[in-house]
């Protein structure tokens, strides 16, 4: 499994931000997927989550700013980021989850930079 995400940056207050995550390997349409971030001495937190129906879910924190998508035919999950704030600052990572039975299988990727400049 490889997921390369892609599209961080260095970003004004206010500014927006696409990042995109490239999947191999699996069978995409079948997975959730879903955004994490985890700012320097922080925990990793949720972002955003897509479900494999197309359902999804925002954290509260960046709710009406961040908006998380799929396409299945290119095998991409995205996450449109606007209005970004310096406390978005944080390094952003792709989850790929697959449930089997009552077990959850999580992939990762090596997560993009994200700097929002006040």
């Known amino acids: 499994v490889q997921l390369q995400a892609s599209g961080g940056g260095l970003v004004q207050a206010g500014g927006s931000l696409r990042l995109s995550c490239a999947a191999s390997?699996?069978?995409?349409?079948?997975?959730?997927m879903g955004w994490y971030r985890q700012a320097p001495g922080k925990q990793r937190e949720l972002v955003a989550t897509v479900s494999s129906g197309g359902t999804t879910d925002v954290a509260d924190s960046v709710k009406g700013r961040f908006t998380i998508s799929r396409d299945n035919a290119k095998n991409t999950v995205y996450l449109q980021m606007n209005s970004l704030k310096s406390e978005d600052t944080a390094k952003y990572y792709c989850?790929?989850?697959?449930?089997?039975?009552?077990?959850?299988?999580?992939?990762w990727g090596r997560g993009t930079l994200v700097t929002v400049s006040s």
């Open positions: 989850n790929a989850r697959r449930k089997a039975g009552s077990t959850y299988f999580d992939d």
């Open positions: 390997g699996i069978i995409f349409s079948i997975y959730n």
